[in-house]
Each structure stands twice: as C-alpha cells, then as structure tokens.
C-alpha cells in the first residue's frame, strides 16, 4: 500500500476496517482471458499479480498470469479456496514465492496468507498486526509491521519486525525497529529496514534499522531521509532506499547505503515511487504528489547501478505511458526482461496490467483487480 493513498485516507476519513465471511462454502469461478501467446519453454510457468483493494473495502485478491498457455485469470485464489473467507481482506501489500510456497502479506487484515504455490491451495495463515513487507534468508521470512491500529497519531507506538519459520509457519523471534517500518532488503546476515514514521506526520522518521540476524539485534541505525518507503540492493552491496518527502516543501529522493560501512553515500536527487532491480539496472517510476499544487508528477527511469548515472528518462518508449492514469506497480520479468506496470487508475475501479517488451514497447494489456500492484513469478 502506498503510504500517499493511506495519507490521504486518513486525512479525509475515519478508517474501519471490515471482514468478509461466507456462511456457506460456494465456488467463485475465475475469469480468463486470452492476452499473450502461448509459450512453452519458459522456465517460469506464469506469476501471480496481488491486487491491494481499496482501504476498508475487503477487496485484495490475487490474479495469475500463465505463460504457457498466454491466458490471465482474474481472483484465482477465491475460486481455488472455496471453504476460505471470500477475496483475501483488506489491503494487499506484498507477495513473494519462496520455495514451494507463496506469502501474501494482507496490511490490514493483520495477516500472512501462506499457501502452495503451484497449485494455489490454502496452507496456512499468520496474524501479524499492521504488516508490510516481507523478506526470506535461509528458511526464514522477515515481515516489517507497524505494530499499532491504522491511524496518523503523534505517539503512534515503534514498529517491529517478526522472524517466521518457513518450514513450521509460526513466529519465532520479534525485534522492535524504527517508527512504522516498511521494506527490507537482506546481505549476508544483515537485515535492512527503512522506517518512514508515516502514522505521526509531520515528525516523521528518517532512518534505516540494521538488524543482525543471527542475534536478531539492531547493531546500527542510519540516518538517511524523512518518510523512507522502497529498498533495493544491487551486486555490489550498494542499497537504494527511497524517501517520500513531506508531500509539502521536502521532495522525494533516492538514496544509496554502502552495505559495507552502514552509510550513506550519496544522495541521487531522484523522486521515487517504486524500484525493480534487474541486473545493472535500476528501474523506477514516481508519482510524486503535491499537497500544495494538489498534482501528481509522474516520471519513469533506468538507472545503471554502476556509475549511479541515469541511462534513460523513459521505460515506456511508444508513446501508451499516456495511456496509464496512475502507475502503481513495476516488475521485470527476470528471464525475458519484459516490463510490467500496473494502473490503479482511480483507485476505485478496476485497474490494469501492461506488459511491455525490454525496448518498451506495448505487447498487451488487459483488466486486473482494484489497485493491482505487486507481482510474484512462479518457476516450474
């Protein structure tokens, strides 16, 4: 969930938070829909694509794209799991395969869906309060939560993040982090989470919790930017972490850590919304939003990792990038590198996918769910 479309929630309304539930266990069919070629040696099968739903409408769902046989299908997991609560709840914020399971972090929900990656079938479920991002490193999942009720509060309580045996699924260790954290990335046994303070605006946080996993202890706290949101890592250890600014007179950036000394090294003067690293390159787009102007500034970008030096002001290279009212969520396939982005239009209907070739170029689009946003690929 992007910490702007919750702001401005918040700001306007007073959130409740709904669950669903069926009585009576009733198949709901997915719809497919024919949008790509079929493609046979792949050695990814397909991915699943989490549809966040709009806030206190229990909308999340889970869509899946497959490769062999080109077809997208819509809400697969409601039709896969009849005997579970309809659609997934309230807020989809992260998903991520890891080994033969998949996880669906639900943010407000309070819950981690886990279940069989292949076959989409219901394992288990994990409570979690308010959670974000999840992470793995040998056998375990890493959830960042922001521990308290949804609400802007100025003694909105520290965040923490929650240690979970993949083989077990329970919670084995907790470490209190930063002021609502949210995504991590991991090196070798150091766990980085950037921490935006997002619930006790305008004081916000502006640092990066480095947790060593063996001790599960925070040995070091970066200070970095206000409002801290996306992280990446690239081969040489160096960490992109982005800052949202204060959506007033701060402006979003993009920083960089060296993974090595746990300090900043450079400031990149780059707005960001979202990142995906595929090799040397670092693709993103911004939505930076102005509460003053009361306009969003959309901009998309590759950047080499490299020499930190932008090699292209445009991802989408045919002129459809028009066509997208508000880009929501970004990933390249890691074997073929096509682009995906996704469109959450208004955030109330139903939003859409756009697969792009390498160069940029359209190839097919088609309906998602509400506020399509993030992508998990499944190998056979």
């Known amino acids: 969930m992007h910490f702007f479309s919750l702001s401005m929630t918040l700001f306007s309304i007073c959130i409740l938070v709904f669950t669903s539930c069926r009585d009576d266990a009733y198949v709901y069919l997915s719809e497919s829909k024919q949008v790509a070629p079929r493609r046979i040696n792949s050695k990814i099968k397909g991915f699943y ?5 709009n806030m206190g409408m229990n909308r999340a769902t889970i869509d ?5 046989t080109g077809e997208y299908f819509t809400d697969t997991y409601s039709e896969k799991n009849p005997e579970v609560v309809k659609e997934l709840g309230d807020v989809g914020n992260d998903i991520e395969i890891y080994g033969s399971k998949c996880y669906a972090v639900i943010n407000c929900s309070n819950y981690v869906e886990v279940f069989d990656a292949q076959s989409g079938i219901h394992i288990a479920s994990i409570d979690i309060p308010n959670c974000r991002y999840i992470k793995f490193h040998d056998g375990k999942a890493y959830v960042s939560s922001y521990s308290g009720p949804v609400g802007l509060s100025p003694n909105a309580e520290h965040g923490f993040v929650a240690e979970i045996d993949t ?32 619930y006790r605006v305008p004081n916000y946080d502006r640092t990066v919790s480095v947790i060593d996993i063996p001790s599960f202890e925070i040995i070091k706290t970066i ?31 993009l920083y960089v850590i060296d993974s090595d000394s746990d300090e900043v090294k450079q400031k990149l003067d ?9 090799g040397d390159s670092l693709y993103y787009y911004s939505t930076a939003y102005s509460f003053t102007t009361g306009t969003n500034e959309v901009t998309y970008g590759i950047l080499d990792t490299r020499d930190k030096q932008i090699v292209s002001h445009k991802i989408i290279k045919d002129g459809t990038d028009k066509d997208i009212m508000m880009p929501y969520g970004l990933s390249v396939n890691p074997e073929t590198k096509e682009i995906y982005i996704t469109d959450a239009q208004n955030y109330v209907v139903t939003g859409y996918l756009y697969c792009y070739s390498p160069d940029g170029v359209l190839k097919w689009k088609t309906p998602a769910g509400n506020i399509p946003a993030h992508i998990a690929y499944l190998y056979k």
């Open 49 to 53: 694509l989490l549809n966040e739903g």
């Open 223 to 253: 200070d970095v930017g206000i409002n801290l949101h996306r992280m990446e890592i690239d081969k040489r250890g160096d960490i992109y972490v982005s800052s949202r600014g204060d959506y007033y007179d701060v402006s979003p950036n």
């Open 167 to 198: 083989t077990s699924l329970t919670l084995t260790r907790k470490v209190i982090v930063g002021y609502q954290p949210e995504e991590m990335v991991i090196k070798e046994n150091k766990l980085y989470v950037a921490n935006s303070g997002g």
């Open 64 to 68: 899946f794209f497959n490769y062999d």
């Open 270 to 278: 780059i707005p960001v919304s979202e990142l995906c690293m595929m």
